[in-house]
């Protein structure tokens, strides 16, 4: 699988920061596609101290290598006093360019990334998308176990699964002294589990784990600067309708969910297959657009009324609507949402995926097999191949 040909491309010329969760393939995309560069791996003990201890040997060492050589520099993060060094050499106009990949921003958010603004370009590498791995891509597989790399390359992907947050919770959270109470981060992590695909109501999650309200906002920075989960905003522009205030909540990769959810007796396995269809589909169109879709970006739209749509991607050529059901049938019912949305905004067009097999064309929305529509979703080219 570290053959996969993923759609992350280099910028020729450009120094540029590499963010991306542990696990989703920077490091392996970097000795692929940057040929000949010189790499330092700070997540090396020995390497992250010798450069913590004298961050200016970095000066030293670039400057011993031929003009226009590129330097990677793996979890800056580590060393993130290493950036000032970054920012002179640059300055120096010697035409060495940087490659800086990072797991957390955390601490560069606080040291350093602010001061290479408009010298280094940010760029994101996420999980697979079905399109990378072509078709070795089914939907039962990515619902089940996600689509880190790390995770799909394994002989035992349940397993490196059940492990990939206790590794994060050591290395990044402990290590790293982001919080003093472990316990109630842990709880955490399974209380907002249930806000998944869902608006985000921090207060009943910060009641479900005991901890309180402000220490839950904190906690949801902290899964953002690990870059294991976002909120998207709710679209409200021009709105006809009053229209809710929170963001929705997505941790980054369903495996990531389906890890930290707790299954019981009063938890229904539809609620669960549900949000992780819906969460399959997000970190899709979020790489998409992370990967190349020009000025659009991604909301969603629920009323006071309690009508909403998933996801509302909208940028200069772009205004999709797009609902997901996790059904093999389509209702009259299933459409409303998407038909009141269009009704508000003409301009826009609707898209329902569903778990069926047929290509649909009902009261103008088009529904789609959503396993054809991830295998053909390609950053770079339009939501859709070929439309009605």
């Not at 004298?54 to 011993?64: I, N, Q, S």
């Not at 992907?157 to 206790?166: A, T």
């Not at 809710?244 to 990769?253: E, G, L, R, S, T």
């Not at 209702?331 to 329902?352: A, I, N, V």
Request: glycine share 8%.
């Amino acid at each position: 699988m570290e053959l996969a040909s993923r759609f992350l491309e280099d910028v020729p010329g450009e120094s540029y920061f590499l963010f991306g969760a542990r696990g989703t393939g920077k490091s392996t995309w970097c000795l692929r596609e940057l040929e000949g560069s010189k790499r330092i791996d700070l997540l090396s003990p020995d390497v992250m101290r010798f450069y913590s201890a004298k961050p200016e040997r970095l000066r030293e060492y670039t400057l011993g290598q031929p003009a226009g050589t590129t330097i990677v520099i793996d979890e800056v993060q580590k060393v993130p006093e290493l950036l000032s060094v970054v920012h002179e050499l640059i300055e120096m106009k010697q035409n060495y360019r940087f490659v800086m990949t990072g797991s957390s921003s955390r601490k560069l958010k606080r040291s350093g990334v602010d001061l290479l603004a408009g010298r280094a370009l940010l760029r994101t590498m996420c999980p697979f998308m079905a399109a990378e791995i072509k078709d070795l891509f089914t939907l039962d597989r990515a619902l089940a176990q996600g689509m880190i790399p790390v995770v799909w390359d394994s002989d035992y992907p349940l397993e490196v699964l059940k492990s990939y947050v206790s590794i994060y919770l050591r290395e990044e959270v402990m290590m790293e002294g982001l919080i003093r109470d472990l316990g109630g981060f842990s709880r955490f992590l399974e209380a907002v589990s249930f806000s998944h695909g869902a608006i985000l109501n921090i207060s009943n999650v910060a009641r479900e784990c005991s901890v309180q309200r402000k220490t839950v906002e904190g906690y949801i920075g902290i899964l953002e600067d690990l870059l294991l989960a976002s909120r998207v905003p709710v679209f409200g522009r021009r709105s006809k309708r009053a229209v809710v205030a929170h963001p929705k909540f997505y941790y980054f990769d369903t495996g990531v969910f389906r890890s930290l959810r707790p299954k019981g007796p009063l938890d229904r396995p539809e609620e669960r297959n549900g949000a992780a269809l819906e969460g399959l589909v997000y970190q899709h169109l979020r790489a998409w657009l992370e990967y190349g879709a020009g000025d659009a970006r991604l909301f969603y739209w629920r009323t006071k009324a309690g009508t909403e749509v998933d996801f509302v991607l909208y940028g200069k050529e772009c205004f999709w609507a797009v609902e997901v059901k996790n059904a093999a049938e389509i209702r009259k019912k299933d459409l409303r949402p998407l038909r009141t949305f269009m009704e508000d905004y003409p301009e826009s067009r609707g898209l329902l995926l569903y778990r069926g097999t047929s290509r649909l064309l009902i009261d103008d929305v088009l529904c789609l097999p959503v396993e054809d529509f991830l295998k053909d979703l390609v950053p770079g080219k339009c939501l859709l191949r070929t439309s009605n």
